[in-house]
């Protein structure tokens, strides 16, 4: 039984998996992940690994005490990954990307892919048919579109995300809105056209925190997994026991 945790700029998300069997998942925020740790291995006394990709900065406590026989692997760019890396500057590319390019490669074999991260930011990432990972793009997500508003004018209120009403907003907070949202949704269709135009045999994969509210807004047919992530680790550990 394997447990993995990826730890975000804001959230800790994880997932007990029995094989390729998703068992239970989590959201919480560091000030309580030790407490949090502690329950899901007195739920899931069978787990023997705990894999783990941060973008973000360490844990405030080891999480190897909270159980002797845990053996506890974190990914880095050194690890042998199911694609060739294209990118040009290898060393900075974010674990997190490595692991939804990793996800697609082994679950959507022999088709281009375009992976798209809904969360503080939006990331593009893109493997092709013949698993040449060659990068793509990063952008402000919803909360970082709103912020931006609000700390680099004088007068725009802080807003969160909300449904705009109409396309042409009738108030500031409308415009806000219809700015942010429509936004964001024109930029995601924009970017999935353009790739489809170019390749064919092309698979979208949408995830993330903001899964759910862009999936039934864009035009574009997409699998939306707010799991992504987690499962793509999941595949990843038994992908690297086969091979290391």
Request: hydrophobic share 40%; proline share 3%.
């Amino acid at each position: 039984m394997v447990l993995v945790v990826d730890i975000g700029n804001t959230r800790i998300k994880c997932a007990v998996y029995e094989l390729n069997t998703l068992m239970e998942s989590y959201v919480f925020t560091d000030e309580v992940a030790e407490n949090n740790f502690k329950n899901i291995f007195f739920s899931y006394p069978k787990i023997t690994d705990l894999i783990i990709s941060s973008v973000a900065k360490d844990l405030n406590f080891d999480l190897q005490t909270l159980s002797n026989t845990l053996n506890v692997h974190f990914v880095s760019n050194l690890d042998s990954f199911p694609f060739q890396n294209k990118y040009v500057t290898p060393k900075t590319l974010g674990v997190d990307r490595m692991i939804l390019a990793a996800g697609a490669t082994l679950l959507y074999p022999n088709q281009n892919r375009l992976i798209i991260d809904a969360g503080t930011c939006i990331t593009y990432d893109f493997v092709d048919e013949n698993d040449n990972y060659w990068g793509g793009a990063i952008s402000p997500g919803f909360r970082l579109r709103y912020e931006s508003l609000h700390q680099f004018t004088a007068k725009l209120p802080l807003l969160t995300l909300e449904e705009p009403i109409d396309l042409v907003g009738n108030s500031t907070n409308q415009s806000i809105h219809s700015g942010v949202v429509n936004g964001l949704i024109c930029e995601m269709d924009g970017f999935i056209d353009r790739y489809k135009q170019q390749y064919e045999n092309f698979t979208i994969i949408l995830t993330g925190g903001d899964t759910v509210f862009l999936a039934k807004r864009l035009k574009n047919t997409i699998f939306a997994n707010s799991n992504f992530l987690l499962d793509s680790l999941n595949k990843f550990f038994q992908y690297k026991i086969k091979n290391d």
